[in-house]
């Protein structure tokens, strides 16, 4: 019999792990996340300039794509793992990024949910609620239910409406139902204001389907400067280069088309756009991935556009970020748009830290074992009596073993299961 007192003795080596793995666990589920949140505070904070009058800040957050039964095919209980661990990383990112950035502000600029074209309308309105509730936002007053009380404005995407004629009517009066216009103008505390297209309807050749988007382009527009939202990327050189923050090995945004899905809008329609509202930045989405192009006005000037990244783990990209924009204006009146990419941390690298930091354990501690199963043999290979004790030597280091493991694991799954509802 193995005695308790023996099974339950604890090498050093279990308590170094242990701690490892408190320090890894709190690293990877907390520290990292307060780290890219607070960068991204820092370099905003860096964008201060004085005398200023008037300031408004923005928070854009690309492509959420709640993941959802129609995502990836998965079946239970896989499906429930990769939306809760989705979820939790949309939900952990913008509460610390609301914190910290305190915008007046948040757009969502597009593709809210992954599947929002094809849900009929019960699971569709489940889906709804579960995006207000993971972004904390009362559907009511469009604003976050908890501080900064930020602004939330809405933009429809391709897999909220589909793309060109494949928009359905109904699916245009249902998302509007909720979020309100798909295309509509707004003004800010500064001298900037806001023009919000509904590129994917707009991009239809069916006037039922894109009078509504047509008709705020070529209305009445708010005073310049004007900034442009769009969630398709307006169209480009195919050797326009997006920059060296983009994350794709692809460095430019490809032009193409698919079901219910083009990458960029139209040469023709583009520059329509860039015509009548004249902007001095564009911020688009789509891409998932982070792009930036400049665009030739027929005024003589230049408009940069910023395709905003993806704030999803579970899209494609493993480096997902948002963009803030910092509106101000002097005393003078004059304006001023500073404009910081942030980065978030890279989830899967996470997880993968995890698997060879236990993988690492079990090496350490069977390698621990090995050598003290080797000494023990050695050392009471024979008793007084001439009989071989080796194998029940081996019984009790493996009993040892795997109580080990035991103990090395229940600290590391209870700090886990702390960090994940901390």
């Known amino acids: 019999m193995l005695s308790f007192l ?23 589920e907390h520290l990292v996340f307060h780290r890219a949140a607070n960068y991204c505070s820092a370099g905003l904070s860096s964008m201060l300039h004085s005398p200023q009058h008037k300031t408004q800040t923005l928070l854009l957050i690309g492509d959420p794509q709640l993941t959802d039964a129609y995502s990836y095919n998965h079946t239970e209980p896989l499906q429930s793992v990769v939306e809760f661990y989705s979820d939790r990383y949309l939900r952990h990112n913008y509460r610390l990024l609301l914190t910290r950035i305190v915008p007046e502000t948040v757009f969502f600029m597009g593709d809210l949910m992954d599947s929002g074209r094809t849900w009929r309308d019960q699971g569709w309105l489940f889906q709804v609620n579960r995006f207000f509730t993971l972004f904390d936002i009362d559907p009511s007053t469009a604003h976050t239910t908890t501080p900064p009380y930020s602004k939330v404005q809405f933009m429809a995407g391709n897999h909220d409406l589909g793309f060109g004629n494949g ?53 009445p527009l708010p005073p310049p400067p004007r900034i442009l939202m769009t969630h398709v990327p307006l169209y480009r050189s195919p050797d326009a280069e997006c920059g060296p923050h983009r994350q794709s090995h692809s460095r430019t945004l490809r032009d193409g088309a698919g079901f219910q899905y083009q990458n960029l809008v139209s040469p023709d329609l583009s520059q329509q756009i860039l015509e009548h509202v004249q902007p001095v930045l564009v911020f688009s989405g789509d891409d998932h991935d982070y792009c930036r192009v400049t665009h030739a006005l027929s005024n003589g000037k230049e408009a940069v556009e910023m395709t905003v990244p993806t704030l999803s783990m579970a899209q494609g990209v493993r480096g997902p970020g948002v963009v803030v924009v910092r509106l101000s204006s002097d005393t003078a009146g004059t304006p001023r748009a500073d404009v910081q990419l942030c980065w978030l941390p890279d989830q899967i690298s996470v997880f993968i830290g995890y698997g060879w930091l236990a993988a690492l354990s079990l090496v350490a501690l069977a390698v621990l074992h090995g050598y003290q199963w080797i000494w023990q043999r050695q050392r ?37 299961g702390l960090c994940l509802y901390i």
């Open 6 to 28: 023996e099974l339950r003795k604890v090498h050093p080596l279990v308590n170094f792990l242990r701690l490892v793995w408190v320090v890894a666990l709190v690293v990877g």
């Open 167 to 219: 928009v359905l009517p109904f699916l245009q009066e249902r998302f509007e139902s909720v979020f309100g216009p798909s295309s509509y103008t707004l003004n800010t505390t500064t001298p900037y204001s806001i023009v919000v297209i509904d590129t994917v309807s707009l991009s239809a050749t069916l006037p039922e389907l894109r009078q509504r988007a047509l008709e705020v382009l070529l209305g």
């Open 380 to 416: 009471t290979h024979h008793t007084t009596y001439g009989v071989s004790t080796g194998r029940g030597c081996g019984v009790l280091l493996g009993g040892q073993w795997l109580w080990h493991v035991y103990s090395v694991a229940w600290v590391a799954l209870g700090v886990y």
